[in-house]
């Protein structure tokens, strides 16, 4: 795969580089999020105890709870994706099957989404909400490890929060690491509106790494542009020498490769596991 320079490309062809409904087709995408929000609402069906936990005066900002039997069992956090303007926890509750059938933990937390909240605001409702799980997750059953995890805007997102205090590895799945290509991409700045000032200070690329483990996830079927995301931001890190794989998943493209969290012996499910050393 050549090289990719984002600033090279027109305007016209940035936009379409990080477009992966474009990518897929939208019907592939919306009925591969139909079937997403199907799975997860028999999944908070069946594990309604805990659910709709308020972090925050919000309306978005709650955290969906799946403790384990064993509490001191590990915890998959999961961020959903969405360009930070689309998606809910009730959409991707179906994404912590593959590490519940393992005996883990799971936990997605809840964000006001763009254009009512600014990528600002975002990060420091997801701080808020990791302040929140270290405080109060164990009166819900969970006190282990916090594996820390996203899909898409969730992949940069867990990249940006990876120093939380509670959070002990992470893995970023298809994620966007330098914002500034995306600053004049109509189908994500219209609504999201990156200013100079986050583009420099909310780029996981343009921050000092985190020391912990941190494996990064992508679809060799994926947009070039988003291949170029990952193999970059685990190339940043390796050059300081900061622990972490990157994961190739073959013929997945951005959609699809989400489907591995739902199986617990897949190759992603397993990069979890050994992130907490199970």
Not at 91 to 118: H, K, N, Q
Not at 202 to 225: C, F, H, N, Q, W
Not at 227 to 247: K, N, V
């Amino acid at each position: 795969m050549p090289d990719m320079n984002w600033m090279t490309l027109s305007i016209e062809a940035r936009n379409l580089a990080f477009n992966n409904v474009a990518h897929v087709g939208s019907e592939f995408a919306r009925n591969k999020t139909e079937g997403w929000a199907a799975a997860s609402k028999t999944l908070r069906r069946q594990r309604s105890e805990h659910l709709d936990l308020a972090y925050a005066r919000g309306e978005r900002t709650k955290w969906d709870m799946f403790p384990a039997t064993d509490p001191n069992a590990p915890c998959y956090v999961h961020v959903h994706g969405g360009y930070w303007q689309r998606g809910s926890k009730e959409i991707f509750a179906c994404m912590a099957e593959g590490v519940l059938a393992r005996g883990w933990s799971a936990a997605l937390p809840g964000y006001t989404l763009a254009p009512d909240a600014s990528l600002t605001q975002i990060t420091k409702e997801l701080l808020t909400a990791l302040d929140w799980f270290a405080e109060e997750a164990g009166n819900h059953g969970i006190a282990g490890p916090v594996v820390l995890s996203g899909w898409s805007a969730g992949g940069h997102l867990t990249a940006f929060l990876l120093g939380h205090p509670r959070v002990s590895a992470g893995l970023a799945i298809s994620g966007l690491f330098e914002l500034a290509p995306l600053r004049d991409s109509t189908h994500v700045n219209d609504k999201v509106k990156l200013t100079e000032v986050e583009i420099e200070t909310l780029s996981p690329m343009r921050l000092p790494g985190v020391d912990k483990p941190l494996s990064i996830v992508y679809g060799t079927g994926e947009l070039p542009a988003m291949i170029a995301s990952s193999r970059e931001f685990h190339a940043y890190r390796s050059q300081a020498h900061l622990p972490g794989d990157l994961i190739p998943v073959v013929k997945k493209n951005h959609f699809t490769i989400l489907d591995e969290l739902r199986l617990p012996n897949s190759q992603v499910t397993r990069a979890i596991l050994q992130l907490a050393g199970t």
